[in-house]
Nanobody, 123 residues
Framework: QVHLVESGGGSVQAGGSLRLSCAAF????????MGWFRQAPGKEREAVAV??????SYADSVKGRFTISQDNAKTTLYLQMDNLKPWDTAMYYC??????????????????WGQGTQVTVSS
């Protein structure tokens, strides 16, 4: 049973930073592609940053501000978010998919999801 637990969300002012963590249990991490997604009220869930054997990929809206990484044991996924903007406000979710690449909305039903962590950025 794959289990993902996010943490690190909170409230910050614009220009601030947060670091999200996703602890993964129940599978061999290297067998999955992983990613961070977000969903703002009234909007569709979108991929923010994903990572696979080819390295990281980012949504255009976060390039240069967000960095996805993993620990050496590959049991924890991180998202370092710098220079946060009010439009980054959303619920952030960690996801894992045994089929790579990860990030296509049509595949969301197959993913393992965490419970989400709220990020609120005030202007």
């Amino acid at each position: 049973q794959v289990h993902l637990v996010e943490s690190g969300g909170g409230s910050v002012q614009a220009g601030g930073s947060l670091r999200l963590s996703c602890a993964a249990f129940g599978y061999t991490y290297s067998d999955y592609c992983m990613g961070w997604f977000r969903q703002a009220p009234g909007k569709e869930r979108e991929a923010v940053a994903v990572i696979d054997s080819d390295g990281p990929s980012y949504a255009d809206s976060v390039k240069g501000r967000f960095t996805i990484s993993q620990d050496n044991a590959k049991t924890t996924l991180y998202l370092q978010m710098d220079n946060l903007k009010p439009w980054d406000t959303a619920m952030y979710y960690c996801a894992a998919d045994p089929v790579c690449p990860i990030g296509y909305p049509s595949d969301y039903g197959r993913y393992y999801w965490g419970q989400g962590t709220q990020v609120t950025v005030s202007s």
